[in-house]
């Protein structure tokens, strides 16, 4: 069963940094747009950007513009999330999904998604 792995959370202090990294073997992420979620104790998920490998289109969430910037490197079948100035509140784990109806972020948080990784936790506190 194809599903992304997560990697590069951690423990940072606040406006700090972390690189996030999304892969998916055996998945060919032209077909889809790849999105950023994310979850905090006791708190809905949302989404966080979105990419699209066929035409290096993206989307974010008002909370994380000018913060982070989201890419992609079809080569390595790889999508990123550099996150700066982190903030306490962006702790939670991320997850990444595709959105199997799409190839662009057209509707973002109201695509259908799948494919979910197990996550990775991003901690920001002093």
């Known amino acids: 069963q194809v599903q992304f792995v997560e990697s590069g959370g951690g423990l940072v202090p606040p406006g700090g940094s972390l690189r996030l990294s999304c892969a998916a073997p055996?998945?060919?992420?032209?077909?889809?747009?790849i999105a950023w979620f994310r979850q905090a104790p006791g708190k809905e998920r949302e989404g966080v950007s979105c990419?699209?490998?066929?035409?290096?289109?993206?989307a974010y969430a008002d909370s994380v513009k000018g913060r982070f910037k989201i890419s992609g490197d079809r080569a390595k079948n790889t999508v990123y999330l550099q996150m700066d100035s982190l903030k306490p509140e962006d702790t939670a784990v991320y997850y990444c999904?595709?959105?199997?109806?799409?190839?662009?972020?057209?509707?973002?948080?109201?695509?259908?998604?799948?494919?979910w990784g197990q996550g990775t936790q991003v901690t920001v506190s002093s």
């Open positions: 999904a595709a959105d199997i109806e799409r190839s662009r972020c057209t509707v973002f948080t109201g695509g259908t998604y799948s494919y």
């Open positions: 055996g998945l060919t992420l032209d077909y889809y747009a």
């Open positions: 990419f699209s490998v066929s035409d290096g289109s993206t």
